[in-house]
């Protein structure tokens, strides 16, 4: 795509032309940022000052300009434009444009976008510039230039999906927009609530203790760290003779002004409540850390958290709280857990109550593990609960196994599981089979998942698990993590075992084999398949290569699988294939692995062919597998020749020496004038496959000093004139006939 040939100002002031007049001077400042590249939006490679391309940037401009023409004060306007045929600045039908007016204000990019990617929408442009307008009471537009700033949002997208809910986009970015404008208009009263709820701790007649001390200190800490989208009080009260939380009138700020929205569900009956539920509400603790039932429309589309701040009455009994929700910034994430209020005395005691030598080795490990445990679970976690976590972490340091933290929501709205495996063998897909097994466990949906490796010999997976409050099990941890155990098991390992039950044989050729397979190999072969592959392997020569005819697990009944096993060079494809149709089978497809054994230059090659038989629905391989190999070995190392009576092998079960004497037969047949050719006996043979086994049965029973027996002579033949019967083509009855003669 080349953009090359003019230059981000020549761009523009041909877009500027192609704009009203009126709209020129928003459009260059709608476009003044961009270059040219990033306005060539189109999948076909195209000149960036293509006649199209410029009508379409200034269109849109020129139709955004007109679409600011008014805005009703203190209200963002927006919509949502598909584009109908194919042109517009996408340049194809279906392309969508979002367009947004509002007042300028912190968070609406990052939160507008968000709930663009919730509709499967993805951003191929967004140009945001601030603009200054001069409106009316009415919100009617009466300058540009000067006024009040507007943010100006503009952004191109696509669609994954073939179908677009405009109304429920809209409306999603309607609550959005919504919940944006009140957490920055109550953003300052927010702050004031902050400072009223620190002044009036240790002020309600109960005992003043360095945990209240602490409290305020972090609730202080918590004014630079936190992003504060919404504050509500609640009291407890007792109604009809029972405990209840209520919201106190008028008592929300931000996006909580409005009483139905929830936080968690804990404003019925207390009574109601799980015991360790109301247990957690009723204790005198002053603050409370945890996460909301929500994700954040504000800012980052992530779970809030939430700071409940509780008053006590003179006997240290709950008598209300004050709750903010909000997210804590990337610096609290950041900042060490020494200098965070709360965090430092949880932590401390840990650190304390372990009584480790702080410049010894394990000291400083268990000071490292509790500095980059995940922040969040830090907020969350119970002393002890910490203090259980962080000792088993350490006992890990150096040991390359699986372990499995887990820590349950005191709401039962999810779990959270810290995860350690050996780091050579993390990867995606085992995340992905450890968060399964999860979810099975805890009845969960997996809502976030995190990775961490770092200076140490294990990676840690933090998983968590939305979970249903009230129907979590109770997994049993141990053997969950024993599960995990097995799943996490390299490839490597589970061959090892595979090869030392099979015996010293197997595991010697496993250990020379070791780490000799591609990725594509061990992602697609389990081990213990491998392990007959290397067996194989382990015996094939140039000459001779080492064969497998199998049936594939879950494949159709007449699906067969059929392996090659060659040292050196890969087997020719062009020699291989005739082969196996002349041998029954029809080739489907084919997938080769090069196996190179560490340390040397030694090269192996397994071939793997699926195949369909050719001689009807079904074939039982238990006796035809050793008659097929020996039969394909045969033609490879020319001592049989490749034609089609080899299929005789699989449709009449023969051996490859009885192929052989059909097919001496036939050339005598030939040779003494008979009609028919050789490919039409070959066919003749295969079609009646009984007869011919029964024919073969006749040649032994006959003529095979070993096997000769009249008895069973007689009865070969009277099977045969019966079966000779049902033979309708009267050209295939001679040839079978002239058979029979022949033996006899």
């Known amino acids: 795509m080349d953009t090359t040939k003019h230059s981000g100002d020549d761009f523009i002031a041909q877009i500027l032309k192609a704009t009203t007049p009126d709209a020129a001077p928003f459009a260059r400042l709608l476009y003044g940022n961009a270059t040219p590249a990033d306005l060539v939006l189109s999948d076909t490679p195209t000149d960036s000052a293509d006649p199209a391309r410029v009508a379409a940037l200034g269109e849109l401009a020129s139709g955004l300009w007109d679409f600011a023409a008014e805005r009703k004060p203190g209200h963002a306007k927006f919509r949502l434009v598909v584009q109908k045929q194919d042109g517009g600045i996408a340049g194809r039908k279906g392309a969508i444009t979002a367009e947004f007016i509002n007042d300028d204000m912190p968070f609406l990019v990052d939160s507008v976008i968000p709930a663009l990617n919730r509709a499967r929408l993805s951003v191929d442009l967004i140009l945001h510039p601030v603009a200054l307008f001069e409106r009316d009471e009415s919100g009617k537009r009466t300058a540009f230039g000067r006024g009040k700033p507007e943010s100006v949002i503009l952004i191109s997208l696509t669609s994954s999906s073939d179908t677009v809910d405009v109304t429920a986009i809209e409306a999603d970015l309607t609550r959005t927009l919504s919940d944006v404008r009140a957490a920055v208009a109550d953003w300052r009263p927010m702050l004031a609530r902050l400072d009223e709820t620190v002044a009036k701790l240790g002020q309600s007649g109960a005992e003043v203790t360095d945990e209240t001390a602490e409290t305020q200190a972090f609730l202080r800490w918590l004014g630079n760290q936190f992003v504060f989208l919404g504050y509500r009080e609640y009291r407890f009260v007792t109604e009809k003779g029972e405990a209840a939380m209520r919201v106190v009138d008028d008592s929300g700020l931000g996006i909580l002004r409005d009483p139905k929205v929830v936080v968690f569900d804990n404003t019925r009956n207390l009574s109601s409540l799980p015991p360790e539920i109301r247990a957690y509400l009723e204790r005198p603790d002053p603050l409370l850390v945890a996460k909301s039932n929500d994700t954040s429309r504000v800012h980052r589309p992530v779970q809030m958290d939430v700071i409940g701040v509780k008053q006590l009455d003179a006997h240290g009994k709950v008598i209300a709280e004050r709750r903010f929700i909000g997210l804590f910034t990337a610096h609290a994430y950041g900042v060490s857990v020494h200098d965070v209020p709360v965090l430092r005395r949880k932590v401390s005691a840990v650190l304390q109550r372990a009584g480790l030598n702080p410049t010894g080795h394990d000291g400083k490990a268990l000071a490292e593990i509790v500095e980059n445990y995940p922040r969040d679970e830090l907020f969350l976690i119970d002393p ?361």
């Open 384 to 744: 002890d609960d910490l203090f259980n976590t962080a000792m088993g972490i350490l006992r890990l340091q150096e040991r390359r196994r699986v372990a499995l933290f887990v820590r349950r929501d005191p709401f039962e709205r999810f779990v959270s599981c810290l995860v350690f495996v050996p780091q050579e063998r993390y990867s995606f897909m085992l995340r992905q089979k450890l968060q399964a097994i999860l979810e099975e466990a805890f009845e969960g949906r997996v809502t976030a998942a995190t990775a961490q490796i770092y200076d140490s010999p294990l990676a840690r997976i933090h998983i968590i698990l939305a979970t249903k409050p009230g129907a979590v099990p109770q997994a049993d941890v141990t053997a969950l993590e024993a599960k995990l155990t097995e799943v996490a098991r390299s490839w490597d390992d589970r061959l090892g075992d595979i090869a030392r039950r099979r015996g010293s044989h197997a595991e010697a050729a496993a250990r020379r084999l070791a780490g000799a397979f591609t990725s594509a190999y061990v992602e697609t072969i389990q081990p213990d398949e491998a392990i007959d592959d290397i067996i194989k392997l382990n015996g094939a020569t140039a000459d001779t290569p080492a064969l497998t005819l199998y049936q594939p697990d879950a494949a159709k009944p007449a699906e067969l699988g059929f392996k090659i096993y060659r040292p050196g060079q890969s087997v020719p494809l062009s020699d291989v294939l005739p082969m196996l149709e002349n041998l029954g089978l029809r080739v489907l497809a084919e997938k080769s692995w090069m196996v190179r054994p560490k340390g040397g230059d030694e090269r192996f090659w397994i071939h793997d062919f699926t195949t369909l038989f050719q001689g009807g629905d079904s074939l039982d391989i238990g006796d035809a597998a050793a008659r097929f190999e020996e039969g394909f070995l045969s033609t490879w190392r020319g001592m049989a020749e490749d034609d089609g009576f080899n299929r005789l092998i699989l449709t009449a079960g023969l051996t490859a020496r009885e192929a052989s004497l059909w097919r001496a037969y036939a050339k005598y047949l030939r040779q003494v004038g008979f009609t028919f050719s050789q490919s039409y006996i070959e066919d003749t043979l295969s079609k009646h496959a009984a007869i011919t086994g029964l024919l073969t049965h006749l040649f032994h029973a006959r003529l095979d000093p070993d096997r000769v027996d009249a008895v069973m002579e007689a009865s070969i033949k009277a099977e045969i004139e019966h079966a000779l019967d049902a033979v309708t083509v009267l050209d295939e009855d001679r040839i079978l006939r002239r058979l029979v003669n022949l033996v006899e």
